[in-house]
């Protein structure tokens, strides 16, 4: 499909998306900002839905989110963010300068690299102890063989078999304040991560909200990290990252009902 710069028409658009997941969360608050009027088509992963043959034509993967536009999927959070950005009208999220359009890919890479450890965290403290109250460990076994990303399959494969240690969660704890330091020394002088509100801020959203959701509010308190506290702060209040983040979990309810309320 050759996209035009911005559509000249309305165009149907689908998501398909987890509620808790954080990179549905980060492409839910991208079409919020841009204000472009969307289908919800969810995935429900403690179903394992996203190995259903009818998904994986859509995304071979095997994971979400998934955006359908007129009939075209586009795949990968961060790729999806971009095109939201340059289909629609609305604010615009890519900076027009190319030094900081740069410095924003800069960072975006960088949290595609440095995060994976909140992958490890989450599975760990959330995921699989909600997979077990629904499924026998052999059954669990039997879907992680099925997933085509060998990532996602070696991870669900470990921690099913206990096999992820302590002493990894204690790294991916560290390598997280390392990244958190970055982002303290990025947000001089603000207000946001390359000064002006971008697809860095908004890719970054949903890992702290993980992270509060996990406890780990304090490695941005604001005797800790004060420019990390005051940014989430303000990016937390946003009308988009609120109706991101309240997405209905699978019961109908929001984070908070489950025990994964907002940081503050």
Known sequence: MQVPTQFTRPAKVQL???WSSVCSVRCRMALEEKGVAWESKYVDLFKFDELKPEYLQLNPDGVVPTLVCDGE?????VIINEFIDQAFPG???????????????????TCEHALSPIALLTYVKYILPKLRNRWTDDELRRQAERRPS?????????????????????QAARDLEALLDDLEARLVPGPWIIGEFTLADITMA???????????????SAAHRPRVNDWYRRLSSRPAFIAAVSW?????GGYQEVGLGQAN
């Open 73 to 77: 999927p586009i795949r990968e959070s």
């Open 206 to 220: 949903p890992y702290m909200f993980r992270l509060g959701a996990l406890g780990h509010e304090k490695f941005w």
């Open 91 to 109: 604010p615009q999220l890519i900076p027009t300068d190319p030094v900081r359009a740069a410095r924003m890919r800069e960072f975006i890479r």
């Open 16 to 18: 398909y998306h987890f």
């Open 248 to 252: 209905p979990d699978e019961n109908g």
């Open 150 to 170: 060998k990532l996602m399959r070696d991870l669900h494969s470990r921690g099913i078999r206990n096999e992820i240690t302590e002493a990894e969660l204690s």
